[in-house]
Every structure is written in C-alpha cells, then in structure tokens.
T-cell receptor, first 112, second 115 residues
Framework: GENVEQHPSTLSVQEGDSAVIKCTYSDSASNYFPWYKQELGKRPQLIIDIRSNVGEKKDQRIAVTLNKTAKHFSLHITETQPEDSAVYFCAASIGNTDKLIFGTGTRLQVFP | DTGVSQDPRHKITKRGQNVTFRCDPISEHNRLYWYRQTLGQGPEFLTYFQNEAQLEKSRLLSDRFSAERPKGSFSTLEIQRTEQGDSAMYLC?????????????FGSGTRLTVV
C-alpha cells in the first residue's frame, strides 16, 4: 500500500542553523505534497506545499524541494528560531485524490 | 468564522460506551475529512465528505464507526461500543472548493480516552 517515510524522527539544532527534514513516498501517482507544523497540544498547521509539476518552492525561511524521479521531497528551514520548535509532518496525496498519507513526524528542537 | 471547530476537546469514556464528536468546518469549504492521530504518529485518514456525500471510508473505519454530514455543513463521527484501542486524537479538516489538493485546515481535535 501507499507509504510515506520521514527522517529524522528528532532533530536538534542551534538557533540560526538550518534544518532539513526528508521524506520518501511510494505512490508514483502522488501529485501533492504538503508540510504541517504541530506544536504541542495544537492542531497541525499547513506551512508550505508543493505540487508535482514544480521542483522547488520557497516562502521566506522555508523551502520545499521535490524529486519525482526518486520520490523524495524535503523541507528546509533556514535561520532557525526557537519558535520553530515543533513536530513537522510531511504528507503525500494518495494518487490524484484529496486524501493524504502522513509521515511519522520529526520533532525539531531549536536551542537558543 | 475562525476556522474548523471540534467539540468536545476531550472525552473520557468507559469501554463499551458510545461517543459522538462534532466538527464544524470553515463555512465555504465543501470538503470535510476525519483523521485519527495516535501519540507519536502522523494523522491517519478515516473518511471524507464532499458536501453531504461520504465519498470514501478507510479500512481503518470498522463497523463501529459511522460518520455523517447531513446538510453538507457540520459533521458527526460516532463510535459505538468503544474499545481501548480507540483512544486517540480525532482530527477534522476541511478544504476549499474548486481546486483539488488544496491544503487542509485542521481543527484542534477531540482527544478520546477509553478507560
């Protein structure tokens, strides 16, 4: 069945450093790849997304890259700040549908 | 309209009891989704609606689970004869009409504890 793997499960960085989270997906028909940030006890919030016809997308300090051939996509956060600390989930659409399959999450800790 | 609302925020129930959760999506969103999230895991798809039509149910959704969206606005998720394995966060999300794969807006969830 469809699967999304996410690495690493935890990531600790110093404030100002960059953080990279990687995901791989199994469904070659997936065409939509969002990233969600979930702070403790709060709802997942969409922070950036990318569609399969685009290789890279950037929004201020956050960027996502997609390699369709390798079925990889990554989240890059530059100039990290303590408020970036949260659990980040990648997701991939199940084919060309509205359903998403999520990765297992990465707990990012940014130390001042 | 401040987003997707879910009620209750927390529910503790005894095994074997029935529970019902409510979700109020963003008013102009015609798609509504239910996901379940257990500790340390990402959300898992349960079911989704377009307007009042339930389009798909995951195999995770046993016969004890039923969801409705009677007027295409709010939705309810009922779990009958709850089991300890049903303990989880139940998340509702909605999305904007007119464009497939538009990002979800999640609610804050209902945390269910079955004792």
């Amino acid at each position: 069945g469809e699967n999304v793997e996410q690495h690493p499960s935890t990531l600790s960085v110093q404030e100002g450093d960059s953080a990279v989270i990687k995901c791989t997906y199994s469904d070659s028909a997936s065409n939509y790849f969002p990233w969600y940030k979930q702070e403790l006890g709060k709802r997942p919030q969409l922070i950036i997304d990318i569609r399969s016809n685009v290789g890279e997308k950037k929004d201020q300090r956050i960027a996502v890259t997609l390699n369709k051939t390798a079925k990889h996509f990554s989240l890059h956060i530059t100039e990290t700040q303590p408020e970036d600390s949260a659990v980040y989930f990648c997701a991939a659409s199940i084919g060309n549908t509205d359903k998403l399959i999520f990765g297992t999450g990465t707990r990012l800790q940014v130390f001042p | 309209d401040t987003g997707v609302s879910q009620d209750p925020r927390h529910k503790i129930t005894k095994r074997g009891q029935n529970v019902t959760f409510r979700c109020d999506p963003i008013s102009e969103h015609n798609r509504l989704y239910w996901y379940r999230q257990t500790l340390g895991q990402g959300p898992e798809f349960l079911t989704y609606f377009q307007n009042e039509a339930q389009l798909e149910k995951s195999r995770l959704l046993s016969d004890r689970f039923s969801a409705e969206r009677p007027k295409g606005s709010f939705s309810t998720l009922e779990i009958q004869r709850t089991e300890q394995g049903d303990s989880a966060m139940y998340l509702c999300a909605s999305s904007s009409p007119g464009q497939r794969n538009y990002g979800y807006t999640f609610g804050s969830g209902t945390r269910l504890t079955v004792v």
